[in-house]
Nanobody, 112 residues
Framework: QVQLVESGGGLVQAGGSLRISCVAS?????MGWYRQAPGKQRELVAT???????NYADSAKGRFTISRTNAKNTVSLQMNSLKPEDTAVYYC?????????WGQGTQVTVSS
């Protein structure tokens, strides 16, 4: 059973920055972040493979940067120029053999 533990998150003013991280219990090829705002579906933010191949949602491009440390099974998301519409619960994703594992989520709130 893969376990994902997130850290970071919190409250920040619009235009500010925040960094969230996730530690996996084992090596996972594809990791990433999704988010879910109240009343909305969970959506992609960014993913990264163990080879460093990244994929970003249009809303994240130019503002967010995903990175990982394979030796520590850790993936992080640096979020800059945050907007109120970035407010959501951010979930860490770990994809193993096509199966998705999720962290418990961390709240990110951006005030205007």
């Amino acid at each position: 059973q893969v376990q994902l533990v997130e850290s970071g998150g919190g409250l920040v003013q619009a235009g500010g920055s925040l960094r969230i991280s996730c530690v996996a219990s084992e090596i996972i090829n594809r990791m990433g972040w999704y988010r879910q705002a109240p009343g909305k579906q969970r959506e992609l933010v960014a993913t990264i493979t163990s080879f460093g191949v990244t994929n970003y949602a249009d809303s994240a491009k130019g503002r967010f940067t995903i990175s990982r440390t394979n030796a520590k099974n850790t993936v992080s998301l640096q979020m800059n120029s945050l907007k109120p519409e970035d407010t959501a619960v951010y979930y860490c994703l770990g994809s193993v053999n096509g199966y998705a594992y999720w962290g418990q989520g961390t709240q990110v709130t951006v005030s205007s």
